[in-house]
């Protein structure tokens, strides 16, 4: 590197004949052996690519110290501009990796060498955890577990620990004060850890981390995936939409996937580092398809579309009924509806958009019967709804305490009365003890809710560990070491017309 670290890399080729081959750059701090890696790079060898492996600066061998997100635009910068000058070099270089290993391509797309021809994304943005540290929805399961993997994936057994570690993990969430959690998981206090409690994403902390501003000044074709229930999902899309807003060469798919579905995931960004990337890196255009590709849920099948969000969905509003009903019709006159929170019982998180494990879509059963959870739901569906883009709700609220949360979940109900997730957000109000109009920025999402299945809407105060706990106080969650139970109140009538606005398909 420009400061002389040193930096290891793997590289695979061909026995005989790699030489000359385009090069798929992987940068990663997870190491460079292991299944996933493996099943990564040597599809990509055995296919026409050479591939080369690095690891990122101050992990596994590489010199250095790993200060997250840091140094990811000065050192691929100068991996490339090291490549190049290699005696195999071949002429292309295209970008690939997922998650932090996306990140990685974010931080120095704009400023490429001409012998980058394309950059394969997956399931990641061009800020990556700043989505995730906001203010007002604080998503602290993977900030803290992600946290602790990276304190403790290179010692002696790191992979036993990880599934031993997982009881420490659960006990962490709980600790207080949070600043304490990293010692609960892994024995010791972490940096990164504490960075992500003290250091909000709208902290100049973050700064120089913050790729977005350079996204659609990117000029190298850019072919992203995503997934539904994908912890950088929205951010992603953002992503997507700024290129293509600027004019640039780019394309989209998005799946019915969380970010712990690696083999889908995985297989995914395979694909099209084969079908996209290296189409690219041989001068040649990629078969012919639509600019945006989506898994359509409820009827489990892909649909292509010309954009995102594609035409012809128009938000319409479902509003929040007296005696749990949900409809397009505004509600009469009607008291509101009352539950208690309380964070030291808090409301569980079920599958969804999670860091780890594969349940995105669960049934819901079991936590719609907990007396903090509210649901409003419509009758059997006459005909097929389908919904495709962005999904927000508008809940009008009031709580006991200054400070909590409102939770909301979009929810597929069938013929056998089993409800199944399908998009949810949740927001942090400050001066929730005034009646407030909440607004909450859900999940997008593409689902077809069936003829004969309900539509239903969760209102809830939490969904934990997935996101903190409020603790009603107005504590920093760092630091924050006293539990208020709150009594809530949800409104429906019409002055204060409570609704989920989802986005149905206009008639034919």
Request: hydrophobic residues 35%; negative net charge.
């Amino acid at each position: 590197m420009s400061d002389g670290v040193e930096l290891l890399a793997d590289r695979w080729a061909p026995r005989e004949g790699g030489n000359g081959l385009p090069t798929a750059l992987v940068r990663t701090p997870y190491g460079r052996r292991g299944f996933a890696n493996e099943s990564f790079a040597r599809p990509l060898a055995e296919r026409g690519f050479q591939v080369l492996m690095q690891s990122c600066r101050g992990t596994f061998g590489s010199g250095g110290t790993f200060d997250v997100f840091r140094h990811e635009r000065a050192d691929g910068l100068d991996t490339a501009a090291w490549l190049i000058e290699q005696p195999w070099f071949g002429g292309a270089i295209v970008l690939a990796g997922g998650s932090y290993l996306g990140y990685t391509q974010w931080a120095i797309a704009d400023q490429v060498p001409s012998e980058v021809k394309a950059m394969v994304p997956v399931v990641t943005d061009s800020a990556l955890l700043l989505g995730l540290l906001r203010k007002d929805a604080f998503a602290m399961e993977t900030v803290i577990s992600w946290g602790a993997l990276v304190e403790v994936q290179e010692r002696r057994g790191a992979l036993l620990r990880q599934f031993l570690g997982a009881r420490r993990l659960r006990r962490a969430y709980s600790t207080l004060p949070l600043n304490r959690a990293d010692v609960t998981a892994v024995g010791r206090t972490s940096e990164h850890v504490q960075d992500f409690l003290n250091h909000d994403a709208d902290d100049p902390y973050w700064a120089e981390t913050d790729h977005r501003s350079r996204v659609a000044q990117v000029t190298v074709p850019v072919s992203s995936v995503a997934g539904w229930y994908d912890i950088f999902l929205p951010s992603q899309l953002r992503d997507y939409q700024a290129l293509r807003e600027a004019g640039r060469p780019a394309r989209l798919t998005v799946g019915p996937w969380s970010h712990g579905t690696t083999t889908a995931v995985l297989g995914a960004g395979l694909r099209e580092t084969l079908e996209f990337g290296l189409a690219h890196a041989r001068g040649e255009q990629p078969p012919d398809r639509a600019p945006v590709r989506l898994y359509v849920m409820g009827e489990e099948a892909w649909r292509d579309v010309e954009s995102w969000p594609p035409p012809g969905y128009s938000p319409r509003r479902f509003h929040l009924q007296p005696g749990g009903a949900l409809s397009q019709e505004q509600a009469g006159d009607s008291a509101p509806d009352r539950y208690r929170y309380d964070p030291s019982d808090p409301t569980p998180a079920v599958g969804g958009v999670r860091l780890q494990g594969s349940g995105a879509r669960t049934d819901n059963s079991a936590v719609e019967a907990r007396k903090d959870v509210l649901t409003y739901t419509t009758t059997p569906l006459d005909r097929d709804v389908e919904i495709i883009g962005n999904v927000s709700a508008e809940i009008w609220f009031r709580s006991s305490l200054s400070h909590s949360d409102v939770f909301v979940r979009l929810c597929d109900v069938d013929d056998r009365g089993r409800s199944y997730n399908v998009c949810d957000g949740l927001i942090s109000l400050s001066k929730a003890d005034d009646l407030t109009c909440a607004s909450v920025e859900m999940w997008p999402t593409a689902h077809r809710f069936k003829k004969g299945h309900r539509i239903r809407v969760q209102v809830a105060s939490g969904a934990f560990p997935r996101y903190a706990r409020n603790p009603g106080t107005g504590e920093p969650h760092a630091t924050a070491t006293t539990l208020r139970a709150a009594d809530q109140e949800v409104y429906h009538d019409p002055a204060r017309p409570s609704a989920v606005i989802l986005p149905v398909r206009e008639a034919d």
